[in-house]
Antibody
Framework: EVQLLESGGGLVQPGGSLRLSCAAS????????MGWVRQAPGKGPEWVSV????????YYTDSVKGRFTISRDNSKNTLYLQMNSLRAQDTAVYYC???????????????WGQGTLVTVSS | EIVMTQSPATLSVSPGERATLSCRAS??????LAWFQQRPGQAPRLLIY???TRATGVPARFSGSGSGTEFTLTISSLQSEDAAVYYC?????????FGQGTKLEIK
């Protein structure tokens, strides 16, 4: 059974940092592009970042460029999102999602984890 | 950024009837269009990709159609478990973007 388990969320002050992890089981992560999607309370989902299967290509939405870094350790079957300089507007549930192929380009994401809540507040 | 606009915002339909949800893109997304279902407290679930292909395990009462900038999700013979928010999402151009969602209520 495929599972994606996010962790690392929590309460952080504005300007602080968090690192989210997404541990995969039931699949070989190195075969797939992966991504992070967030959903603020009462809002629709928003794509944050995606990464190719080998980590060579990454994309970020404009609002997180220079602050967030997506990475992966295929030997550990784990995806990461390093979030720095956090703002109140970053408050959301963060989901990791598995792509259907190796490239993040023109790729749909067919399996999502259950999410981890990030709250940025003083 | 491609803007995805869904209509209506809320749809109320009786069990056994058909629901039609619309999605419009601000520019062509070719056939790179997906639909997701999100029940309260759950993660989004992929229903449709490539405009009209059902994801694994999705019942045949869900169907997608359209091309370019205009797309439709049809749910025939509604069941109570279909109550959810439905999102369209384009994956043609980064940043990938979602519509604002249609909340489907079962009368």
């Amino acid at each position: 059974e495929v599972q994606l388990l996010e962790s690392g969320g929590g309460l952080v002050q504005p300007g602080g940092s968090l690192r989210l992890s997404c541990a995969a089981s039931g699949l070989t992560l190195s075969s797939y592009a992966m991504g992070w999607v967030r959903q603020a309370p009462g809002k629709g989902p928003e794509w944050v970042s995606v990464i190719s299967s080998n980590g060579g290509n990454t994309y970020y939405t404009d609002s997180v460029k220079g602050r967030f870094t997506i990475s992966r350790d295929n030997s550990k079957n784990t995806l990461y999102l390093q979030m720095n300089s956090l703002r109140a507007q970053d408050t959301a549930v963060y989901y990791c999602a598995k792509g259907r192929s190796t490239s993040p380009s023109k790729n749909y994401f067919d399996f999502w984890g259950q999410g981890t809540l990030v709250t940025v507040s003083s | 950024e491609i803007v995805m606009t869904q209509s209506p915002a809320t749809l109320s339909v009786s069990p056994g009837e058909r629901a039609t949800l619309s999605c419009r893109a601000s520019q062509s997304v070719s056939s790179n269009l997906a639909w997701f279902q999100q029940r309260p407290g759950q993660a989004p679930r992929l229903l449709i990709y490539g405009v009209s292909t059902r994801a694994t395990g999705v019942p045949a009462r869900f169907s997608g159609s359209g091309s370019g900038t205009e797309f439709t999700l049809t749910i025939s013979s509604l069941q109570s478990e279909d109550a959810a928010v439905y999102y369209c999402q384009q994956y043609n151009t980064w940043p990938y973007t979602f519509g604002q969602g249609t909340k489907l209520e079962i009368k």
